[in-house]
């Protein structure tokens, strides 16, 4: 049991301190608000009422409750116009107030404000862009959110929220100022802490349990939100536009070499022996080309991402140590302290033997912390796919050759293992993925990284098999009328929605299914096409043309054209349907769709056609002959 005698003065002298330090702070915005003149505040509330309209106007726009006519010069000029009040403010604040007493400094507010400004001014400028564009038809006139960018809008606003709110609970309980309260959450709920402040009742150490669990939560949804957002599109857009480069550099080089006749598709016996394959032979080596091109565009797009994300983290550090070096020079930081610090900050590790302390240092480290977080996470997610990778299957192969040996014998795994280098460089291709039979009606290829169905798949996955059902009744039906023709038709449209159920179960897979290039001829068999018939083929052009409409012919394998009718196409042209953004089972699924649709309409026009001449002969009134019979 302690002693009352002990812990009392030592009880009082803390009080003493901790009320000392309230009355420092107290005098402190007392000397504020004497020296701040009403007209700067009226400014800054001016600014601050203006920016909200323009944020309003722009997400009912986001939300479609406002017109793009309507919401775009509103938040535009909105921006605009806080931007310039900002920079007045400041400008008036700078040079305008002469204040006494020579270690005066200017407050968080006064950075936060040229911060606010900077970004005002650069996203209406951007945003004046995009309108210009827009009304010059470059763009849509009209914001088309996704489900994930509405997510991720919504989650970052409640993060903000939480966050300046937060501030606001531990700016009453523990008695700091504002926004020293927003720098404690913002390191606290980004895990860097520094220690700068904590806190120091009862109650707000209560109020942390609770709260940082929660900010941390909606943190780690809005980073995974960012991270998904950012490189599953990106790595769509930017994968296609590698494997489109990648794709010309092929052809000239095949064209330099003299090899460009086995990219013509080959419409007569002479042809034929002269390369030494068949036409079908062809278009499979030009399938295979296109695979490897696939994967050197896609190992060079993880390569440039994690070095775009690395060099952009690089920045940040490099520059925001330049800020906090220049920030703090009272504490005499060198450049090397300040690169330590932004370092340990970056990497959330915060040891508390640097912390900022200037009103400049410390709205800085809020904006550069809230970018630099993020930037990590991406950096991290691309090294997984390149230098993690490369490290774990090292690590495996060495496994296999040493401590944890596989089931197969040694020299088995020693071919895999130069096989698998010998495909990476392009030198060889994996022939044994490749089926010998159609997919669906007549096998199956099971592969790995599936995911559970979804509820709208499994929903059309039912109603195809009903129509596949009827389909297969029909066609019985129609064998037992002797009546080939129908018999035969029902079995296709059987076909087709089998092959539509079966594609249906790819959707979704992780990573996306890639099809052999026997799955693809069936496939393409099945719409119409035939891989042995060079009529539908051509030689894939370096540069695609410009259609009617001025725009190049890069859509993705547009074989069936409505206005033109069948389009010609390679497979390593810009019309196959390895390219473009949309994954292989989306492609499929659209085309057998279409086909499947197209052959319904035309079996529905012919029994009505039947149908109208049975009725016609029904209402055709019997001839009449004559009763006369000749005599002879």
Do not use: C
């Not at 068949?278 to 994967?295: D, G, H, P, S």
């Not at 952009?312 to 005499?332: I, T």
């Not at 895999?416 to 460089?425: D, M, Q, Y």
């Not at 297969?472 to 076909?495: I, M």
């Amino acid at each position: 049991m302690n002693d009352p005698g002990l812990d009392e003065p030592i009880h009082e002298h803390s009080k003493d301190v901790e009320q000392d330090r309230k009355d420092e702070l107290e005098v402190q915005r007392e000397d504020e608000q004497a020296f701040l003149d009403p007209r700067l505040i009226a400014i800054n509330t001016i600014s601050l009422i203006v920016a909200l309209v323009a944020n309003i106007a722009l997400l009912l726009n986001m939300a479609r409750r406002l017109s793009f006519a309507v919401a775009q010069p509103i938040t535009i000029v909105g921006w605009f116009i806080s931007s310039i009040l900002l920079i007045a403010l400041v400008f008036a604040a700078s040079f305008g107030l002469e204040l006494p007493g020579e270690d005066r400094a200017l407050t968080q507010a006064f950075y936060y404000a040229i911060i606010a400004a900077a970004l005002y001014f650069i996203i209406a400028a951007l945003m004046s862009v995009t309108v210009y564009g827009a009304y010059k038809g470059h763009y849509p006139q009209e914001f088309k959110l996704t489900m994930s960018q509405r997510t991720l809008m919504l989650q970052t606003i409640s993060f903000m929220v939480y966050m300046l709110f937060g501030a606001l609970v531990f700016y009453k309980v523990e008695g700091w100022q504002y926004l020293d309260a927003v720098y404690f959450v913002n390191y606290t709920l980004l895990t860097i802490g520094i220690g700068s402040y904590a806190p120091q009742t009862h109650t707000g150490r209560a109020l942390l349990f609770p709260y940082a669990i929660g900010g941390i939560v909606i943190l780690g949804l809005v980073v995974g939100s960012i991270r998904s957002l950012v490189l599953e599109r990106g790595k769509k857009k930017l994968g296609s536009r590698m494997v489109e480069k990648k794709r010309v550099q092929l052809i000239k080089k095949m064209q330099k070499k003299g090899e460009h006749k086995k990219l013509t598709p080959i419409g007569s016996k002479e042809q034929a022996d002269e390369l030494g394959m068949t036409e079908r032979e062809r278009r499979k080596f030009e399938f295979e080309l296109m695979r490897q091109i696939q994967e050197q565009a896609s190992t060079r797009q993880k390569w440039n991402a994690l070095f775009i994300s690395g060099s952009a983290w690089m920045v940040l550090w490099f520059v925001g140590a330049v800020v906090f070096w220049k920030a703090e020079h009272q504490q005499e930081w060198s450049y090397f302290g300040a690169l330590y610090f932004a370092y340990t900050s970056l990497l959330t590790i915060g040891y508390g033997d640097y912390k900022n302390f200037s009103n400049s240092g410390k709205p800085a480290f809020v904006f550069w912390s809230l970018l630099a977080v993020p930037t990590l996470t991406i950096v991290i997610s691309n090294m997984g796919d390149t230098v993690v990778k490369g490290i774990r299957d090292l690590t495996d192969y060495l496994g296999e050759f040493t401590i944890l040996p596989g089931e197969s014998p040694t020299r088995q795994r020693a071919k895999t293992l130069v096989k698998s280098a010998a495909s990476r460089f392009g030198k060889d291709q994996d022939k044994e993925n490749l089926m010998d039979e159609p997919p669906g009606l007549i096998g199956e290829k099971e592969k790995q990284g599936k995911q559970g169905p979804k509820r709208e798949t499994l929903a059309t996955d039912h109603i195809a098999r009903e129509f596949e059902q009827q389909e297969l009744e029909d066609a019985n039906e129609a064998a037992r009328r002797g009546d080939q023709v129908a018999k035969e038709a029902h079995e296709y449209h059987y076909q087709l929605i089998r092959e539509f159920r079966n594609v249906l179960k790819h959707l979704g897979e992780t990573p996306p299914r890639q099809y052999t290039y026997e799955e693809w001829a069936w496939y393409l068999k099945l719409m119409g096409e035939d891989e042995e018939n060079h009529s539908s083929h051509r030689k894939a052009p370096v540069n695609p043309r410009s259609e009617k409409h001025g725009q190049p012919d890069m859509q993705q394998a547009t074989t069936d054209d409505s206005e033109q009718g069948k389009r010609q196409w390679s497979w390593i042209g810009n019309r196959s349907p390895l390219m473009g953004e949309q994954d292989e089972p989306e492609w499929v699924l659209e085309r057998l769709s279409i086909t499947l649709e197209r052959e319904l309409k035309k079996r529905h026009e012919e029994e009505r056609k039947k149908n109208v001449n049975v009725d016609t002969k029904k209402e055709k009134p019997p001839s009449s002959s004559g009763s006369s019979k000749t005599m002879e």
